[in-house]
C-alpha cells in the first residue's frame, strides 16, 4: 500500500499542451484528462488487483467581499484577484471553485435534492491551506474505489471576470488529491475489510495481517 | 449507497433576479433582508436547489458542521421540521449559530473595513472557530430539513455605513457539512438510535461487523451441532 498524491494546475502543460483559459470557466473539468492544465495520459482506473482510497480533496479558495461601488478592481484580497483593472470589483476574491468526484459515472457529492452538484467549496477544502483560509471539511468516511472501477476528479470554477482573459497563471486555480492506492494482497485484504464492514486504512490492513499470522500459530 | 461524506454550500450570488437555481458564471451579490431568516435551499436568495430538503424512508442524515460568513452579523439555524435547532435559554427563538463563532471561510476576516480603493474586507484578523457542532444534528427518515442564515446588519452599503463604500454590496455565505446515510445504513443508523450510540461512519462499521460476527458465530454452532448430531 502506498500514500499516493496528484496536484494539478490549471496552468502547466503537461500532456495536455494547453492551458487553461477563462473560456473553460462554468464546466467540470476532469485534472486527469480534462485536455487542460497538467493531464496524466488516461483516466484514472483500477486494476483487478488494486484498491484505491481517496483520502482528502482540495481546490483554490475564494473569500466573499464587496462588489462594485467605490472598490476597484485589479486589486487582490488574501493572495485572490479581485477583478480586472477595467472593471469594479466582482464581490467575490479568487475562482469560486468546487471539487466533485466521479466513481465511473456517477458524482459522489449531491444536493439536498439529489441532484449532483460542483462539489466540495475551495473555500471549505483550501489549497494551498494558509492561515487565512484552513479547512472545515474533511473527507470522512474516505471514497473507495474498487477494482476495475474508473475515477475522476473534476474541477468546476466560476468565476472568470477575476482574472484577464486569455490563460491562467500558474497558482491560480490548483487541485490537489490525496489517496492511498492497495496493491496485490493488500487490495485483496481491503477487499476483505470492506467485506466486514471495516474501514479501509494502513492501520488496519496490517491489523487483518497480523491476524493472519496470529491465526496460523506463527 | 451506503453512507457519504455531503456538503452545501450557500452564497448570496446570483446572474440574474434574486435567485437562481444551482450556480452561474460570474454572478453578483444581492441584497438580503434584515433579520429575517432566509432558507439556503429555497429561500428565492442566491443558489437554490429545486426542492426542500428531506430525507426519504430509506434516508438519515446527520449534519456535523455549519457555518456562516462572519460579517453584518450573519448566523445560521437548523430548523426540522418545523422546529428550529437552536434556542434562547428562555426557549424563545434566535438566530442560530453566529458567522464569529463559526466561520466560513476558516480564517476569514471579522468586520469589513472598505476602502475607496481596495476590495478589503480585511482587518488582519483571521477568525477560528469558536464552535464545533458536537453532539451531531440528526435527521430522522422522513423529516424536511432546512438551514437559515440571516444576518443583523444590511449588506448593502447604502443601508450600512459601515461598510465604508457607497454603492456596494457585500457578498456572504453559509455552509453545511452532512453525512447522508442511504438503505442498509439507514436502517442500522436507526437501529443505533434505538441502542442510544451515536451515529458515525464508524459505530455504523461496528454494527455491521457486530452482525456478521453473530452470523458467524451462530454457523459454526450450527455446524457443530450437525457435526454431533452425525456422530
Same mark, same amino acid.
Given at each position: 500500500?502506498?500514500?499516493?498524491?496528484?496536484?494539478?494546475?490549471?496552468?502547466?502543460?503537461?500532456?495536455?499542451?494547453?492551458?487553461?483559459?477563462?473560456?473553460?470557466?462554468?464546466?467540470?473539468?476532469?485534472?486527469?484528462?480534462?485536455?487542460?492544465?497538467?493531464?496524466?495520459?488516461?483516466?484514472?482506473?483500477?486494476?483487478?488487483?488494486?484498491? /484505491?482510497?481517496?483520502?482528502?480533496?482540495?481546490?483554490?479558495?475564494?473569500?466573499?467581499?464587496?462588489?462594485?461601488?467605490?472598490?476597484?478592481?485589479?486589486?487582490? *484580497?488574501?493572495?485572490?484577484?479581485?477583478?480586472?483593472?477595467?472593471?469594479?470589483?466582482?464581490? #467575490?476574491?479568487?475562482?469560486?471553485?468546487?471539487?466533485?468526484?466521479? #466513481?465511473?459515472?456517477?458524482?459522489?457529492?449531491?444536493?439536498?435534492?439529489?441532484?449532483?452538484?460542483?462539489?466540495?467549496?475551495?473555500?471549505?477544502?483550501?489549497?494551498?491551506?494558509?492561515?487565512?483560509?484552513?479547512? /472545515?471539511?474533511?473527507?470522512?468516511?474516505?471514497?473507495?474505489?474498487?477494482?476495475?472501477?474508473?475515477?475522476?476528479?473534476?474541477?468546476?470554477? *466560476?468565476?472568470?471576470?477575476?482574472?484577464?482573459?486569455?490563460?491562467?497563471?500558474?497558482?491560480?486555480?490548483? /487541485?490537489?488529491?490525496?489517496?492511498?492506492?492497495?496493491?496485490?494482497?493488500?487490495?485483496? #485484504?481491503?477487499?476483505?475489510?470492506?467485506?466486514?464492514? #471495516?474501514?479501509?486504512?494502513?492501520?488496519?490492513?496490517?491489523?487483518?495481517?497480523?491476524?493472519?499470522?496470529?491465526?496460523?500459530?506463527? | 449507497?451506503?453512507?457519504?461524506?455531503?456538503?452545501?454550500?450557500?452564497?448570496?450570488?446570483?446572474?440574474? $433576479?434574486?435567485?437562481?437555481?444551482?450556480?452561474?458564471?460570474?454572478?453578483?451579490?444581492?441584497?438580503?433582508?434584515?433579520?429575517?431568516?432566509?432558507?439556503?435551499?429555497?429561500?428565492?436568495?442566491?443558489?437554490?436547489?429545486?426542492?426542500?430538503?428531506?430525507?426519504?424512508?430509506?434516508?438519515?442524515?446527520?449534519?456535523?458542521?455549519?457555518?456562516?460568513?462572519?460579517?453584518?452579523?450573519?448566523?445560521?439555524?437548523?430548523?426540522?421540521?418545523?422546529?428550529?435547532?437552536?434556542?434562547?435559554?428562555?426557549?424563545?427563538?434566535?438566530? $442560530?449559530?453566529?458567522?464569529?463563532?463559526?466561520?466560513?471561510?476558516? =480564517?476569514?476576516?471579522?468586520?469589513?473595513? $472598505?476602502?475607496?480603493?481596495?476590495?478589503?474586507?480585511?482587518?488582519?484578523?483571521?477568525?477560528?472557530?469558536?464552535?464545533?457542532?458536537?453532539?451531531?444534528?440528526?435527521?430522522?427518515?422522513?423529516?424536511?430539513?432546512?438551514?437559515?442564515?440571516?444576518?443583523?446588519?444590511?449588506?448593502?452599503?447604502?443601508?450600512?455605513?459601515?461598510? =465604508?463604500?457607497?454603492?456596494?454590496?457585500?457578498?456572504?455565505?453559509?455552509?453545511?457539512?452532512?453525512?447522508?446515510?442511504?438503505?442498509?445504513?439507514?436502517?442500522?443508523?436507526?437501529?443505533?438510535?434505538?441502542? $442510544?450510540?451515536?451515529?458515525?461512519?464508524?459505530?455504523?462499521?461496528?454494527?455491521?461487523?457486530?452482525?456478521?460476527?453473530?452470523?458467524?458465530?451462530?454457523?459454526?454452532?450450527?455446524?457443530?451441532?450437525?457435526?454431533?448430531?452425525?456422530?
Amino acid at each position: 500500500m502506498r500514500s499516493q498524491v496528484y496536484e494539478w494546475d490549471a496552468a502547466r502543460t503537461n500532456v495536455s499542451g494547453t492551458e487553461m483559459t477563462t473560456t473553460q470557466f462554468g464546466s467540470a473539468l476532469s485534472i486527469f484528462v480534462g485536455g487542460f492544465g497538467n493531464n496524466i495520459t488516461k483516466p484514472a482506473e483500477t486494476t483487478a488487483t488494486q484498491f /484505491c482510497v481517496i483520502e482528502d480533496i482540495a481546490v483554490t479558495p475564494s473569500a466573499f467581499t464587496m462588489n462594485a461601488g467605490d472598490i476597484a478592481g485589479g486589486s487582490s *484580497y488574501r493572495g485572490l484577484p479581485t477583478g480586472p483593472t477595467t472593471q469594479d470589483s466582482t464581490g #467575490i476574491a479568487g475562482p469560486r471553485a468546487y471539487v466533485q468526484i466521479r #466513481i465511473n459515472t456517477t458524482d459522489y457529492f449531491l444536493d439536498p435534492d439529489n441532484v449532483g452538484n460542483d462539489g466540495v467549496p475551495g473555500t471549505a477544502s483550501p489549497y494551498p491551506r494558509s492561515v487565512n483560509f484552513q479547512p /472545515c471539511f474533511n473527507l470522512y468516511p474516505d471514497v473507495y474505489v474498487l477494482p476495475g472501477q474508473t475515477w475522476d476528479v473534476r474541477v468546476t470554477a *466560476y468565476q472568470s471576470n477575476n482574472y484577464t482573459a486569455g490563460d491562467l497563471s500558474a497558482g491560480d486555480l490548483q /487541485c490537489f488529491v490525496k489517496y492511498t492506492l492497495y496493491d496485490g494482497p493488500d487490495a485483496l #485484504i481491503a477487499n476483505k475489510l470492506l467485506e466486514m464492514g #471495516i474501514s479501509v486504512n494502513p492501520g488496519n490492513v496490517d491489523w487483518y495481517k497480523r491476524t493472519l499470522i496470529q491465526s496460523q500459530g506463527m | 449507497m451506503s453512507m457519504r461524506s455531503q456538503v452545501y454550500e450557500w452564497a448570496n450570488l446570483s446572474t440574474s $433576479g434574486n435567485f437562481m437555481l444551482r450556480r452561474g458564471l460570474n454572478a453578483t451579490a444581492v441584497a438580503v433582508p434584515v433579520d429575517r431568516e432566509i432558507s439556503v435551499f429555497t429561500g428565492q436568495y442566491g443558489n437554490n436547489i429545486t426542492k426542500p430538503a428531506e430525507t426519504t424512508a430509506t434516508q438519515f442524515v446527520v449534519i456535523e458542521d455549519l457555518a456562516a460568513s462572519a460579517y453584518v452579523g450573519g448566523a445560521v439555524q437548523v430548523v426540522i421540521n418545523t422546529t428550529s435547532y437552536f434556542q434562547n435559554p428562555d426557549v424563545t427563538q434566535q438566530a $442560530g449559530v453566529p458567522g464569529t463563532a463559526s466561520p466560513y471561510p476558516r =480564517g476569514s476576516s471579522d468586520t469589513v473595513t $472598505g476602502t475607496a480603493t481596495a476590495s478589503n474586507v480585511d482587518n488582519g484578523v483571521q477568525l477560528l472557530n469558536a464552535f464545533e457542532l458536537t453532539p451531531d444534528v440528526y435527521v430522522l427518515p422522513g423529516q424536511v430539513w432546512d438551514m437559515r442564515y440571516s444576518q443583523s446588519l444590511s449588506n448593502v452599503s447604502a443601508d450600512n455605513g459601515a461598510l =465604508g463604500v457607497t454603492g456596494s454590496t457585500l457578498a456572504v455565505a453559509a455552509f453545511v457539512k452532512y453525512t447522508l446515510y442511504d438503505g442498509p445504513d439507514a436502517l442500522i443508523a436507526n437501529k443505533l438510535l434505538e441502542l $442510544g450510540v451515536t451515529v458515525n461512519p464508524n459505530n455504523v462499521d461496528w454494527y455491521k461487523r457486530t452482525l456478521i460476527e453473530q452470523q458467524s458465530a451462530a454457523a459454526s454452532a450450527a455446524a457443530a451441532a450437525a457435526a454431533g448430531g452425525a456422530q
